[in-house]
């Protein structure tokens, strides 16, 4: 008996710690597929990068940025407005500028500009960021800089030139967020028109700026930055360009004087990436529980069609006269039972009785064995 006990003791532990391991498989993954990131749960774009600037140790004054999903539109800004010198950014504007025109048949990527093609101007400086290719490119098309200026208006979202801050027109490129995040979108949406840039961008410089850190994500990007010659080190540093996540991203990023420039773009690269991954799964589960309840609502209303159209099928249909019953001729008379049919009831009964007191005899005996042999053990 304590044999048997210890047995069943053992089979029970058992099938707790199954249940309580599958259990606890269960949670962990509903803990890892359904929480929220604590870093976007119920707040605002500012709230987000007001913690990112607080976390870097760094001022709300230092940078400015932008975010836009390609996708579905949602644009994000911090410090929208504030104009930042873009270093080498502005080449991709420029590089607009000419490159249209090859989509035109204006000219082609092997059209001669003092002795180059477009198509080694654009690669040198895009790719290489080389500061002479990019100055030959504009002033091959621009007397002036004002000129060149107006001439990226409509690439920065700006409707008309005469009414932008003046801080545009000085002696350098001064764009905020919102004239980069323009150009990079008039880029996306329309790629055939800008031909070789994306190109570029996927190749310039893949270890650097946002792609110093590894990205979970291919990123393609043109970065600009502006020394300090006084004091010999980076005043402006930023990058600006394309995530390819689920639903791609354009951002950027403006720096000013802050430490550690490089991993601060990193780090703002994959924040934008998480981001959009987290409003992703988002929009995925109201698209679903808007679906359920289209189709819930949908059923109700065929549900309610069918029993509108059942009434209407038993309003219309007339209303059947009563008639008096008269006696069939030669109705037969059911004939009553028969004893032989009761014997037959009752013959299954004892038979049914017979097999049951059988059992019980049966389980009488084997408990009275199994106890003598017990007893004799003892």
Request: aromatic share 12%.
């Amino acid at each position: 008996m304590s044999v048997t006990k210890k047995t069943i003791a053992l089979i029970l532990s058992i099938i707790m710690c199954v249940l309580l391991l599958s259990g606890s498989f269960a949670m962990a993954e509903s803990n890892a597929t359904d929480t929220p990131d604590s870093r976007f749960k119920n707040k605002t774009w500012k709230q987000i990068m007001d913690e990112f600037v607080s976390e870097h140790g760094i001022s709300s004054f230092n940078i400015a940025a932008g975010y836009l999903n390609l996708v579905t539109g949602e644009a994000e800004y911090y410090n929208a407005q504030e104009f930042m010198n873009t270093g080498s950014m502005y080449k991709v504007p420029l590089n607009m500028y000419y490159a249209e025109k090859v989509s035109t048949g204006e000219y082609t990527m092997d059209t001669p500009i003092w002795g180059r093609t477009y198509k080694d101007l654009q690669e040198g400086s895009l790719i290489y960021s080389d500061n002479e290719m990019a100055i030959t490119l504009w002033k091959y098309a621009f007397g002036t800089f004002y000129e060149y200026q107006v001439a990226m208006c409509p690439y920065l979202g700006i409707t008309d030139p005469e009414k932008v801050d003046s801080t545009y027109y000085l002696s350098d490129n001064y764009y905020t967020p919102k004239m980069v995040i323009s150009f990079l979108k008039e880029l996306w949406n329309n790629p055939d028109k800008y031909p070789g840039i994306i190109d570029c961008m996927k190749q310039a410089d893949p270890e650097h700026w946002f792609e110093s850190k590894e990205q979970e994500v291919e990123v393609a990007h043109k970065y600009g930055y502006v020394t300090d010659d006084w004091r010999d080190h980076l005043l402006y540093v930023n990058d600006c360009g394309f995530c390819y996540t689920e639903e791609p991203v354009a951002i950027v990023l403006f720096t000013r004087a802050v430490g550690d420039p490089e991993g601060l773009l990193a780090d703002y690269c994959a924040l934008a990436i998480d981001y959009n991954q987290y409003r992703t799964e988002l929009d995925k589960q109201k698209a679903k529980k808007e679906e359920a309840e289209a189709a819930l609502k949908e059923e109700e209303e065929a549900a309610k069609k069918e029993e509108e159209s059942k009434y209407t099928e038993e309003l219309q249909s007339p209303t059947p006269v009563p008639t008096a019953i008269q006696p069939a001729e030669n109705t037969a008379v059911p004939e009553p039972v028969t004893e032989s049919g009761s014997e037959q009831i009752s013959a299954a009964r004892q038979g049914i009785v017979i097999a049951v007191v059988a059992i019980l005899v049966f389980t009488v005996v084997m408990a009275v064995t199994l106890h003598r042999k017990n007893r004799g053990r003892r």
